[in-house]
């Protein structure tokens, strides 16, 4: 009934910059909260940025002051706009999104992710 799909990763230098976008679709009402979570290899999935309808956005710690997250109502997209990369960063990342469907149903979603790898 809802689908998101991540989008925008890749291969960045050290202290370069990329941008995640994350679309979704389907038989959507309306979407509360969409927010990014990243899971490197051999550790826990963590959040790293999510912002609500009519909120302002929350960062992990690690990544304040470097990324920006970003929404746009009209198409249904959540961004990710990361600078000031490190090597630590390197993960997946994936998308969620909360979704009231048109039907009532209100639905968690998570996107397929995204690789992004920072290194020289």
């Known amino acids: 009934q809802v689908q998101v799909v991540e989008s925008g990763g890749g291969l960045v230098q050290p202290g370069g910059s990329l941008r995640l976008s994350c679309a979704a679709s389907g038989s959507i009402f309306s979407i509360n909260a969409m927010g990014w979570y990243r899971q490197a290899p051999g550790k826990e999935r963590e959040l790293v940025a999510v912002?609500?309808?009519?909120?302002?956005?929350n960062y992990a710690d690690s990544v304040k002051g470097r990324f920006t997250i970003s929404r746009d109502n009209a198409k249904n997209t959540v961004y990710l706009q990361m600078n000031s990369l490190k090597p630590e960063d390197t993960a997946v990342y994936y998308c969620?999104?909360?979704?009231?469907?048109?039907?009532?149903?209100?639905?968690?979603?998570w996107g397929q992710g995204t690789l992004v790898t920072v290194s020289s």
């Open positions: 969620n999104a909360g979704a009231l469907t048109t039907i009532g149903v209100y639905l968690e979603v």
């Open positions: 912002v609500r309808s009519g909120g302002t956005p």
